[in-house]
């Protein structure tokens, strides 16, 4: 290689890079679970970094549960927002999502991850307070 090729691509390559490379950053993924005084868990899945406009399947492991499915897609910038209730989920302390492109669980999985935290307790009884509305 020319030094004068070296060069050109030494000071043009972080301009290069994003090009050849359109997703950099990769894909995201947070979970997160509240538990209500019930003993159900919302389990709450955020994905960036995907396809946009694509269908997605989510599967979710509890450890003492039976496993949910859901099938969605995803938003015009490729962001996923699952929330899925675990019926008496209290008796579970890890939860695992998994993601899949499509409406079916093939062998590859897109990302996977679990709540990196013990899930946050919600008390049950909320008091609602009824404000007529008038015109």
């Known amino acids: 290689m020319s030094f004068e090729m070296f060069s ?5 390559s972080p301009f290069l ?6 997703n950099v950053d990769g894909i ?4 997160k679970c509240t538990l209500y005084g019930n003993g159900d868990v919302d389990l709450r899945i955020f994905v960036m ?4 406009n694509s269908d997605y399947t989510t599967k979710i492991i509890p450890d003492h549960n039976p496993p949910v499915s859901i099938i969605t897609n995803t938003d015009s910038e490729g962001i996923l927002w699952v929330v899925s209730k675990i019926l008496n989920g209290a008796i579970s302390l890890d939860f695992k ?3 899949y ?8 999985e897109v990302i996977a991850g679990d709540d990196d935290a013990p899930c ?8 609602y307070v009824n404000v007529p509305l008038s015109l």
């Open 8 to 12: 050109f691509l030494l000071i043009f």
């Open 17 to 22: 890079l994003p090009l050849s490379y359109p």
């Open 28 to 31: 995201h993924m947070d979970v």
């Open 49 to 52: 970094g995907l396809k946009p």
């Open 97 to 99: 999502a998994s993601v």
């Open 101 to 108: 492109e499509g409406k079916v669980i093939s062998d590859s």
């Open 120 to 127: 946050k307790s919600l008390p049950i009884n909320h008091q």
